[in-house]
């Protein structure tokens, strides 16, 4: 928990006088626009379900505007199903906060509950009752003599599927409102009081006025300007924006003569909301629906405009003449230097905090939407240095998180993730009771964009490294941690694996081995794997190979051992036939395929033979690295992979390792990677996403499998090994010492030691010239005895016995004669050859070799054997 302590590093003012009587919560959703909204506030009354409470609040806050009846003015609602009591008492200051309706919702099911119900909610209006213009009641469950009573306050429902009617009754409240607005709006511009013009004053400032003199020119002045400002707020609450804006100007003028900065500022943001509402109608708030534009032409409002006025003491009775003269709507620029000059203005009284806050929250929309992104950070950096007083931990986590949405909103996304994770670690911060793991988590997941951090391993394969390696570690530490107090082990290791594989190297060297000491002891207890975890919010982890754990540089799939490899029998498919392509010419190359990755490979491989691949691995970690069941990944065929454990010494240079596995049908063989268990983590390594690993092609034909024929002789076998004729044969050498003339019998012995039968045998004989010697023809044999054995099934043998009988021909081999011993001749070399596939094994009756061998020419016999599986 002390790694996650140190996140708290942000600096807010805090002050430690309690004020008298101020706002306490802020509304971070505020907007510009919404100084032209009317507040209505709906609460359930009694025991209501939840789910039902706001499937019907859900409907009536679809009423966000009405057109009034004759009229071409609209009215904007703001509903609240929340709202504290302290914050309506700055309804005179600014008039959007002010409750002015109330719908409540109950639940009733007799007639005997009802007075408590109607009780109830003549108890709820109580609170609001200084500032309430109308209010209603919508009671479900109740039928009846009572329900069928007409009221236009209450509306019965049985149920709250039956309902229709509820967004009309909605509507017939808002125009109730409009009405006492607009002629709350005409009272106080038609005030009979004469000279006396009530001063209006926030709560924390009534202490102040009280023994002022109320007849000083000073004072009259705070007065209309005061009142100046309110007839602004409510002219844009009831549609007519130019004449609000008329007011506000002579506010500013009369509140600026006075000194009175806090109305000042308020005269001037709203001065600012009318101008946003002229040049932004579609809004600031990012809402997909745009509001109309509700824009009073001046001839249009002289003609609405009622005389009647404030008189000489400030508010004229027709503000058509004022409308020409005065600059009404600021410019853009404008707009954004009276903001900064209300701002500074509220920031004089310790007591408006909250203004001032939800000041900088608008100025900073418009200046989004103004595309001005480093002005817009300025006002946010002074929202995070307001003093609210002490702030509950939800409070906290709110404000945190509206800041990091705002800068997202301008464009700062680290200084979002910042704030975004303070919020985070203020989800468990040490004094609350129940830390909140789960949205500190969810929180800390919304942070990873900000810091260019992303869960798929595949994205930190492209290329450099983006962002700061340290507080990406940081990030993901945290990350383990947290979902560790979740009690997801599983997550654990999922982020662990991730740190480990992508962070590699900015890791230290004890960082490495922390690291990876902590993830054995988690998948002690939940190993790792390749399946894809998903979050309940639907967020998917996608699984984390460890291609570095070892690294791979390169991979080459090996051909079968000499004695195993197939070769073409040239019997079986003539010379005339050819495996090329029959068009002559062809214009179009395949180039994706020579591009491909997995190009296909010269040699084959046979079914039911062990297969090598050889890999080239490096351990780049400072310790001996033991990589466990590491085996080959494959496609197209049925494959058989034989796992191996390697131990890789520290920091090695590049090891050899060969994989080994078994094909078991035939086919098309794709090397698509390799798997691995490191640390109790399976991976699954698949090549195409290794771009530096070299290969010289992954694709290979398997064919058939085919007969496997041991051939034994009962002559002794001879040390001299010449090379084979060709790469078809294979030599295996016996050794003979004969007289010219002279006859022995060599008795061959043919085992059929695979799994294919043997249905063809063929014995030929060649004449090899050595040293300029010719040798006559001395092997002969009978091969119907064994022939008649065939096919010969697996496991079975057959015997044929070759005459050897030397006849050698000395004319004109003058110089040979001094090689001869008597009248005999030594023939150490007597290769049996098969030009398909056999597996020699050494007699133990081992004769020594004759002293001549090294004089010795050689007779060949050979032995083909055919079988249908494969005749390519």
């Known amino acids: 928990m002390s790694d996650l302590k140190d996140i708290f590093i942000l600096a807010v003012i805090r002050d430690c006088e309690q004020p008298h009587v101020k706002m306490s919560v802020p509304d971070y959703m505020q907007c510009a626009e919404d100084h032209q909204t009317v507040l209505v506030v709906v609460q359930p009354v009694g025991i209501v379900p939840e789910d039902q409470f706001f499937k019907i609040y859900k409907r009536i806050a679809s009423v966000s505007q009405v057109s009034v009846r004759d009229s071409q003015r609209l009215l904007y609602i703001r509903y609240r199903h929340h709202y504290l009591p302290e914050n309506n008492e700055w309804g005179d200051f600014q008039t959007h906060r002010k409750v002015v309706g109330l719908i409540a919702i109950t639940t009733c099911d007799s007639a005997k509950e009802w007075p408590q119900t109607s009780d109830r909610f003549h108890g709820q209006k109580e609170v609001y009752s200084s500032t309430l213009y109308d209010s209603r009641l919508l009671v479900f469950g109740l039928q009846g003599e009572i329900a069928e009573q007409q009221r236009t306050d209450v509306a019965f429902y049985p149920d709250f599927e039956d309902c229709s009617d509820v967004e009309k009754r909605v509507e017939d409240f808002v125009e109730s409102i409009f009405i006492v607005l607009e002629s709350k709006r005409l009272d106080r511009a038609t005030d009979k009081s004469g000279d006396k013009i009530p001063l209006l004053c926030v709560p924390f400032e009534k202490k102040d006025f009280v023994g002022l003199d109320t007849d000083s020119r000073h004072y009259k002045k705070r007065c209309q300007g005061r009142m100046r400002k309110h007839v602004g707020d409510l002219c844009l609450q009831a549609g007519m924006l130019q004449d609000a804006l008329v007011h506000y100007h002579m506010a500013v003028e009369l509140l ?309 490899r197939p070769h073409k029998v040239k019997s079986l498919l003539g010379d005339s036939m050819t495996t090329a392509s029959p068009f002559i010419y062809s214009p179009i190359i395949m180039h994706s395929r020579g591009e491909e990755r997995c190009k296909k490979i010269e040699f084959q491989w046979v079914q039911g033979d062990v297969c090598e691949v050889q890999f080239m691995v490096y351990n780049p970690m400072p310790y001996e690295l033991r990589v466990e069941n590491m085996g080959l990944m494959t496609s197209g065929v049925e494959f058989e992979s034989l796992p191996a454990g390697l131990t890789l010494p520290a920091e090695s240079g590049l090891y050899p390792v060969t994989l080994v596995g078994v094909p078991r049908t035939a086919g098309n063989i794709t090397v698509t990677g390799y798997n691995t268990s490191v640390f109790g983590v399976t991976s699954d390594c698949l090549l195409e996403l290794l771009p530096s690993v070299k290969t010289s092609g992954c694709l290979v034909e398997v064919i058939p499998s085919l007969p496997r024929l041991q051939l034994s002789t009962s002559l002794p076998r001879s040390a001299h090994m010449p090379h084979p004729m060709s790469k078809e044969e294979l030599s295996s050498t016996v050794s003979v010492q004969l007289f010219n003339g002279e006859t022995q019998q060599m008795t061959i012995t043919l085992e059929n030691i695979g799994s294919v039968d043997i249905e063809t045998l063929e014995l030929t004989s060649k004449i090899v010239t050595t040293k300029e010697k010719m040798f006559g023809e001395f092997l002969s044999w009978e091969l119907d005895e064994a022939l008649s054995h065939l096919p010969l099934k697996p496991g079975q043998a057959v015997t044929l016995t070759v005459n050897i009988q030397v006849k050698v021909d000395f004319s004109g081999q003058e110089h040979l004669l001094q090689d001869l011993n008597d009248d005999g001749i030594s023939v150490t070399g007597l290769p049996i050859s098969s030009p398909l596939r056999q597996v020699l094994k050494p007699r133990p009756e081992t004769k020594p070799v004759s002293s001549e061998s090294g004089k010795a020419e050689y007779s060949h016999i050979k032995v083909n054997t055919q079988t249908p599986l494969y005749n390519a």
């Open 256 to 564: 600026r003569g006075v000194n009175d900065f806090l109305w000042l500022g308020a005269a001037l943001e709203g001065l600012c909301s009318a101008s946003v509402i002229f040049h932004y109608p579609g809004g600031t708030a990012g809402k997909k629906a745009g509001r109309k534009p509700s824009v009073s032409q001046p001839a249009d409002a002289g003609k609405r405009h009622r005389p009647g006025a404030l008189t000489a003491n400030g508010i004229s009775a027709d503000t058509s003449a004022e409308i020409g003269r005065t600059k009404n709507c600021l410019s853009q620029e404008d707009i954004i230097e009276k903001y900064k000059e209300a701002i500074s203005y509220y920031g004089k009284y310790k007591n408006a905090g909250v203004i001032e806050l939800e000041a900088c929250v608008k100025a900073v929309r418009v200046l989004a939407i103004q595309k001005r992104a480093r002005e817009a950070s300025e006002f946010l950096q002074n929202a995070v240095y307001i003093n609210l007083g002490q702030l509950s931990e939800e409070e906290k986590i709110q404000r945190y998180s509206i800041l990091s949405e705002l800068y997202e909103l301008i464009g700062f996304l680290r200084k979002s993730a910042f704030f975004k994770r303070v919020a985070a670690m203020q989800c468990v911060a040490p004094t609350i009771p129940e830390p909140g793991w789960r949205a500190c988590y969810k929180l800390l997941l919304e942070t990873l964009p900000g810091y260019s951090l992303s869960l798929d391993p595949k994205d930190f394969s492209k290329g450099t490294h983006r962002g700061w390696a340290a507080v990406q570690m940081r990030l993901l530490h945290e990350l383990v941690y947290a979902s560790r107090r979740m009690g997801n082990p599983g997550l654990s290791v999922r982020h662990l694996s991730f740190l480990l594989q992508t962070m590699l190297d900015f890791l230290s060297d004890q960082e490495k081995k922390e690291v990876t000491q902590s993830l054995e002891n988690y998948t002690s207890k939940c190993p790792g794997g390749m399946e894809v975890i998903t979050l309940p919010d639907g967020l998917k982890l996608p699984p984390v190979p460890f291609t570095k754990l070892p690294i791979v540089r390169s991979v080459k799939l090996l051909n079968l051992p000499v004695s195993l």
